[in-house]
């Protein structure tokens, strides 16, 4: 059976480790693993985490070890490797601030220097890739008065990691060590994609991050985990790492279905089903939004969809979020399109619940592992209110949820329908079988598991204004169809 994994901040639902274990046990209990965004300290730092200070400590206030241990005792458990960078108040950056080259943390963190030990011209540089405005460096000046110009590739307070040096890696195995320990079954390697600065290159994706991501690779297997990439960028990079890791992303999935949804046809969908990784998690929202790059043409690189299609994308999602989308999201330095959407995918559809479930059948029915966000489970929308009082774009779909939204979301249609999506794909013997896939005339797609004794169907039509979907599920001689969004949410599997 299929293990469909939730995507989850700690804090933002539950508020403890202990709470989301109770949801977990109980009205969430279809999920068999969780993927816990970072919990280190602090876990609210200035990107939510993903700016360590300690990466090897529960921040207190959510729990601790023994809560992510007694968390993973009955379900998977992912968590974030974070291997571009660290916080700048991490205690290995203020030693090496403090004592220069007697630092032990010293050769740890990249600097202008280290990258271009003979100088770097303009070119050189603006040649870099960074999904952010502007250059990516940062002034620093240590202890004894050494100025220095730190990698900070996404913001100035996360310094970046000199991943080929020593140093370096002795701390990520430090880290790895202690996810073990701590109950992790699998890591996820956090913006691997910018590791490796090459001059000559724009830096992402290149052989010598695919090198440095074999290397991650073979220690996190040391300690018996396995490893999951974050790459957002073209296809054809997800297709070359997808060999190298246990399992890597379907970022994809999302603008195909969007493209799909708002032009009524499935041909570029198709074309995706043909040549996607079998090991991917398939996904249509995270944490970082909604990824529209992955599918799109990048440099010389065609895409999956077109520089237009994506264009009409962004377009049809300003509409669906009454002009909010485009202004959350973020323009990199050199680009002309957001590489994301930043709202909900509740949100760019309108908040209509036939095309969300329809979404979401799709994902469920894919092969691979679903891996469901938070937000999306609760058919969460934009939080405006949240962005507007941090500026981060990011915000609109990272919505902290108390005790009685999540009991109102859990009594929703959309939120029962997915749950009912989530018991059919973990519990249906038929997706222990083999799957097939055919397109139908040019709005329409079904995707086939055929097990023994077991047949599940999934037929969706993208006919626009009116899409549909229908679930065909034969266990045994007995079948049942299910094409409501009520008959979904109320699907439960047979006593055996």
Known sequence: ???????????????????????????????????????YVPFDGADAGFDPIDHTAVDARLGTWDDMRSLAGT????????????????????????????????????????VFPNGGTEKDITAFYRPRPGLPFTAYQGADGSRHLVWTTFMPTQVDLDVNHPAALAYLRRVLQTLAAGGVTTVRLDAVGYAVKTPGTDSFMTEQTLEFARTVVAMAHEESLEVLVEVHAHYSQQLAIAPLVDRVYDFALAPLLLHSLGTGTVDRLADWLKIRP??????????????????????????????????????????????????????????????????????????????????????HFLPGRPQVYYVGLLGGLDDTELFERTGNGRDVNRHVYTAEEVERALATDVTRAQLGLTRIRSTHPAFDGDFSWTAIGDDRLELLWTGTDAVARLTVAMTLDSPSLRIELTDAGRTQVLDTVTSVAAWEPPAR
């Open 1 to 39: 059976m299929t293990t469909i994994e939730l995507l989850v901040y700690a804090d933002r639902l539950g508020g403890t480790i202990h709470n989301l274990q109770t949801l977990l046990d109980g009205p969430l209990r279809a999920f068999g693993s969780v993927h816990v965004l970072p919990f």
């Open 75 to 114: 379900r998977g458990l992912t968590a974030d490797l974070i291997v571009n960078h660290v916080s700048s108040s991490s205690v290995e950056f203020i030693d090496w601030l403090a004592r220069g080259t007697a630092s032990t943390s010293e050769g740890m963190f990249l600097t202008f220097d280290t």
């Open 278 to 363: 079998a090991n991917a998690i398939t996904v249509l929202d995270t944490h970082d939004g909604i990824g529209v790059i992955d599918a799109g043409p990048i440099g010389d690189k065609p895409g999956l969809l077109t520089q237009a299609e994506m264009i009409d994308i962004f377009a049809r999602a300003e509409r669906a979020t009454h002009g909010h989308s485009s202004i959350a999201s973020v323009v990199p330095e050199w680009f002309t399109l957001p590489h994301q959407i930043n709202a909900t995918f509740y949100s760019v559809l309108g908040g209509e619940e036939v095309p969300y479930l329809l979404a979401r059948a799709v994902q």
